[in-house]
């Protein structure tokens, strides 16, 4: 869930990139980091685990401004996939304002592109959202790995992974394809429930004239 600081009138915000191991979470985070100009970004904090890193850092976006006079900071996290880090995973999805899921092109990750998404599906339960609360959460599905010579075809990807129709996108992370328009529409997704700018309020209108008071009528002169 966004926290509202009014004080420092920042809106932040929580994305979540989720997907199975060794498909790109962490590729995607890493340039989009490289690609933040340095007075936008927060410090890339990387906690290693036995395979793969979880890695998080915060920025504040620069092409979509303020959000009602707030400023938005995005806090991005990915997160472990090993069966013995669900309880990581879950607390990491604690609070979550959007999710990105990468998954895996190449034909032997099938399986663990289907397992990864229920396995979300699974925590965001345990974390109290309602099926239409899923459905109403901003998500975006990345295809990534696309280079691969038998990449999976993305109809067959899209059926598996994408029933609902959600914004997806092809990408080669590791070249950096797909990632800043993965970000964006994610990004955009999340703030939009926050509702459009608040419109100016309208100038106070002019005092209306005073009446002007009617002339008496001369008075006839009288003859003495």
Not at 136 to 148: F, H
């Given at each position: 869930m966004s926290l509202i600081n009014h004080r420092s009138r920042e809106i932040h915000v929580k994305i979540v990139y989720y997907g199975p191991g060794m498909g790109g979470k962490t590729t995607n985070v890493q340039k989009?980091?490289?690609?933040?100009?340095?007075?936008?970004?927060?410090?890339?904090?990387?906690?290693?685990?036995?395979?793969?890193?979880?890695?998080?850092?915060d920025f504040m976006p620069v092409a979509l401004g303020a959000v009602n006079g707030f400023t938005t900071r995005i806090h991005l996290y990915t997160v472990p996939v090993q069966i013995y880090y669900r309880r990581s995973r879950r607390a990491v999805l604690q609070g979550v304002d959007g999710i990105v899921f990468v998954a895996d092109s190449q034909p032997q990750r099938e399986q663990d592109n289907a397992e990864s998404m229920g396995d979300l599906l699974?925590?965001?339960?345990?974390?109290?959202?309602?099926?239409?609360?899923?459905?109403?959460?901003?998500?975006?599905?990345?295809?990534?790995?696309?280079?691969?010579?038998d990449a999976m075809p993305i109809e067959r990807m899209r059926a598996q992974l994408n029933p609902d129709g959600l914004p997806e996108f092809e990408a080669v992370?590791?070249?950096?394809?797909?990632?800043?328009?993965?970000?964006?529409?994610?990004?955009?997704?999340?703030?939009?429930?926050?509702?459009?700018?608040?419109?100016?309020?309208?100038?106070?209108?002019?005092?209306?004239?005073?009446?002007?008071?009617?002339?008496?009528?001369?008075?006839?002169?009288?003859?003495?």
């Open positions: 989009l980091h490289e690609r933040l100009p340095q007075d936008r970004r927060g410090r890339l904090v990387s906690i290693a685990t036995e395979q793969e890193r979880t890695l998080f850092f699974s925590l965001l339960g345990v974390l109290g959202f309602s099926a239409a609360q899923i459905a109403r959460l901003p998500r975006v599905i990345q295809y990534n790995k696309r280079d691969v010579a992370a590791k070249d950096g394809v797909g990632v800043p328009d993965t970000m964006r529409t994610i990004t955009k997704a999340v703030l939009a429930r926050f509702g459009p700018p608040a419109p100016a309020p309208p100038p106070p209108a002019p005092p209306a004239p005073r009446p002007r008071s009617p002339k008496p009528p001369a008075l006839a002169p009288t003859r003495r």
